[in-house]
């Protein structure tokens, strides 16, 4: 990491997404900032969630094979990987022995 300090050429410090930065820009993002950027709407980090219920992501190990197969059908059923492994699992776990 560097110990230089930007120094602004004639009052400007270079361009970000087309807009100049100046002391007078940074000075306002700033207070911005300080002021708990009023008017902004944030939300919550991560992916939304699919129903009322915290998600947890789980890891599973399937060979070549074992996953082509669950590609395979969740192409002809026309849903993604994730859709298709959800199904399987739900069938299972609500199966009688």
């Not at 599973?60 to 993604?80: G, I, N, P």
Request: proline content about 4%.
């Amino acid at each position: 990491m560097s110990d230089k300090i930007a120094k602004p050429v004639n009052g400007s410090y270079g361009v970000i997404d087309g807009v100049e930065i100046t002391e007078e820009v940074i000075a306002r993002l700033a207070k911005n900032a300080e002021d708990g950027f009023p008017g902004a709407a944030f939300r919550s980090p991560g992916r939304p969630s699919r129903s009322g219920e915290q998600t947890k992501a789980v890891t599973v190990r399937l060979s070549e094979s074992e996953l082509a197969a669950v590609m395979a059908r969740a192409e002809r059923e026309q849903r993604t990987r994730s859709e298709a492994i959800r199904a399987a699992l739900a069938e299972w776990a609500h199966a009688t022995a």
